[in-house]
T-cell receptor
């Protein structure tokens, strides 16, 4: 079984400032890692994913994340945020053994609010 | 925007009633997963359908059931609705099996169910 902990439920930040959204996971097996974004009244959109290889993963909209196996973390970062980045962000994991992204375990989300 | 469509977008039901939610998967995908997202929480995996069979289930009671049709569309049925069933229900479409690495799930916009 896996679990995901998003360490900050809310992150307020000013426009053009850098931001980091923190995610820790726990699993007895190897996992793939994902970050999704959810805008109000919409479904989830994949920002980026870590499958293997380089631990620094780049995604859409200028976001990137770093996989740290020893600390079981997958923190999401953006060097300069925009008002349009205001949304809910979810970290998720799925087992590598079954290679099935449709069966993912999600964290409870981090609300990113970008202020002018 | 993904090719995953869900209907209806909003629904109000009375406690004890039954409800059916529908999902059309993205073209070329053979797997549909259903998630329940309560207010302020991350999505919780309900179950997944692959080749018209249930392919894994989360911690949900049997009154949550589903179907997948030959065209890979799917239904989620919930019997004897309870107030706590009020949530956003998300459908995710993916490609699974054989040589395919199922490393990405595409989400629909969800159905907002309110039980009164």
């Amino acid at each position: 079984a896996q679990s995901v902990t998003q360490l900050d439920s809310q992150v307020p930040v000013f426009e053009e400032a850098p931001v980091e959204l923190r995610c820790n996971y726990s699993s007895s097996v190897s996992v793939y890692l994902f970050w999704y974004v959810q805008y109000p009244n919409q479904g989830l959109q994949l920002l980026l994913k870590y499958l293997s290889g380089s631990t620094l993963v780049k995604g859409i909209n200028g976001f990137e994340a770093e996989f740290n196996k020893s600390q079981t973390s997958f923190h999401l970062r953006k060097p300069s945020v925009h008002i349009s980045d205001t949304a809910e962000y979810f970290c998720a994991v799925s087992e590598t053994f079954n290679t099935n992204a449709g069966k993912s375990t999600f964290g409870d989300g981090t609300t990113l609010t970008v202020k002018p | 925007e993904t090719g995953v469509t869900q209907s209806p977008t909003h629904l109000i039901k009375t406690r004890g009633q039954q409800v059916t939610l529908r999902c059309s998967s993205q073209s070329g995908h053979n797997t549909v997963s259903w998630y329940q997202q309560a207010l302020g929480q991350g999505p919780q995996f309900i179950f997944q359908y692959y080749r018209e069979e249930e392919n894994g289930r989360g911690n949900f009671p049997p009154r949550f059931s589903g179907l997948q049709f030959p065209n890979y569309s799917s239904e989620l049925n919930v019997n004897a609705l309870e107030l706590d069933d009020s949530a956003l229900y998300l459908c995710a479409s993916s490609l699974y099996g054989g040589s395919f690495m199922n490393t990405e799930a595409f989400f629909g916009q969800g159905t907002r169910l309110t039980v009164v």
